[in-house]
């Protein structure tokens, strides 16, 4: 059985990652926009993962035997300064997940739950590549600086993102 405490901490989770799958649609909504159609097509695979890791912890939450609560979703920006400064506010979410990811993980020990801290584990490795992953379009961004061809050709090489595998379960597969 999973703890009040797990199951609440999993459900706040679940809620965090529907967020983040809305806040990289409302990214989609601002480069198609503006007619980047590689960061938009990258912001939907993007957008389309979180939903993977939502379900994941939903899942697993339910070969557990929990129940899931589904919480309201508050509603991202539209906006942002240009396509750079959508990609830093991505890199800033990103470093919030894995915060709440170590939490839970934290968390999962406290409790002495190891199938809960397993699956963190698996998050805890994701995040590293989440980051890794923004943190490079945002290098490249500045190092370009943002605008112009070198910004064209940031979008072109974006369109090839692959879509996202589909996970099942709660056991990282
Ligand atoms: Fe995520
Ligand atoms: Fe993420």
């Known amino acids: 059985m999973l703890s009040k405490k797990l199951q609440d901490a999993l459900n706040r989770q679940i809620n965090e990652e529907y967020y983040s799958s809305y806040l990289y649609t409302a990214m989609v909504a601002y480069m198609a926009d503006l007619n980047l159609d590689g ?12 939903h993977q890791h939502a379900l994941k912890i939903f899942d697993y ?24 400064d ?14 709440n990811i170590n939490a839970l993980a934290d968390l999962a020990i406290e409790e002495k739950d190891h199938a809960t801290n397993n699956l963190m584990q698996w998050y805890v490795t994701e995040q590293v590549e989440e980051e890794a992953n923004v943190d490079d379009i945002v290098k490249k961004m500045e190092m370009i600086g943002g605008t112009g061809h070198g910004l064209f050709m940031i979008d072109r ?14 056991d990282g597969a």
């Not at 959508?86 to 915060?99: G, I, N, P, S």
């Not at 369109?159 to 379960?169: F, M, V």
């Open 39 to 50: 960061c938009a097509h990258w912001m939907k695979m993007q957008a389309e993962e979180e």
């Open 86 to 99: 959508a990609f830093k506010a991505a890199l800033e979410h990103e470093k919030y997940m894995t915060k």
């Open 157 to 170: 090489e974006l369109k090839t993102r692959p879509a996202p595998a589909i996970l099942t379960g709660g």
């Open 61 to 84: 939450m339910v070969e557990r035997g929990a129940r899931v609560e589904l919480l309201e979703v508050k509603a991202p920006p539209k906006d942002w300064d240009s396509p750079l």
